[in-house]
T-cell receptor
Framework: GAVVSQHPSRVICKSGTSVKIECRSL??????MFWYRQFPKQSLMLMAT?????????EQGVEKDKFLINHASLTLSTLTVTSAHPEDSSFYIC??????????FGPGTRLTVT | AQSVTQLDSQVPVFEEAPVELRCNYS??????LFWYVQYPNQGLQLLLK??????LVKGINGFEAEFNKSQTSFHLRKPSVHISDTAEYFC?????????????FGSGTRLQVQP
């Protein structure tokens, strides 16, 4: 099946710094990618829809200035957590796919803000 | 808006016993339905999906699920579980076919298989 990669798999950063997470579709082009967030022992919550060549669409309650999304090519979307705080510590997962029929998930990025 | 309910947060079961993980959904439009499994500190792996056609869907690792439109359910079953099936299981929906493509997830069910 199609593969979606994420980098890094784990990152630890200090409070106040910014962290960039990459999501790549390895063997298909994705005009749309999705970013989810998962707190410990909880479900995945959609944060935003990343659209190639245009602005991302954010879910209600997600700060667009804090979670910057850039979808510069058909195979790469990046999520930058700006001025990270401990409450931003979470598991971030991206997905991409040919449509509503199937989404392929990346392996996730564990962010820890100290 | 669509929603997914997984009533059981944890399901303990003995090895080789059958198991059913329940999932109910709510949507104003027709949906695609999915079951994913997540092992600790890993991403999601697709177990199976219902798009159309036969309401009984077979997936990987011996799992199957049945779509019941009248009861808006998509319960996951396995006739005999293994220790290695211990994981978190998520039911999810997306709108069919040109609607919202992002998935809406249930809260998850932790399947704990005991020897």
């Amino acid at each position: 099946g199609a593969v979606v990669s994420q980098h890094p798999s784990r990152v630890i950063c200090k409070s106040g710094t910014s962290v960039k997470i990459e999501c790549r579709s390895l063997d298909f082009q994705a005009t749309t990618m999705f970013w989810y967030r998962q707190f410990p022992k909880q479900s995945l919550m959609l944060m935003a829809t990343s659209n190639e060549g245009s602005k991302a669409t954010y879910e209600q309650g997600v700060e667009k200035d804090k979670f910057l999304i850039n979808h510069a090519s058909l195979t790469l979307s990046t999520l930058t957590v700006t001025s990270a705080h401990p409450e931003d510590s979470s598991f971030y997962i991206c997905s991409a796919g040919p449509g509503a029929r199937e989404q392929y998930f990346g392996p996730g990025t564990r962010l820890t803000v100290t | 808006a669509q929603s997914v309910t997984q009533l059981d947060s944890q399901v303990p079961v003995f090895e080789e016993a059958p198991v059913e993980l329940r999932c109910n959904y709510s949507s104003s439009v027709s949906v695609y339905l999915f079951w994913y499994v997540q092992y600790p500190n890993q991403g999601l792996q697709l177990l199976l999906k219902y798009l159309s056609g036969s309401t009984l869907v077979k997936g990987i690792n011996g799992f199957e699920a049945e779509f019941n439109k009248s009861q808006t359910s998509f319960h996951l079953r396995k006739p005999s579980v293994h220790i290695s099936d211990t994981a978190e299981y998520f039911c999810a929906v997306s709108e069919n076919p040109t609607g919202r493509r992002a998935l809406t997830f249930g809260s998850g069910t932790r399947l704990q298989v005991q020897p």
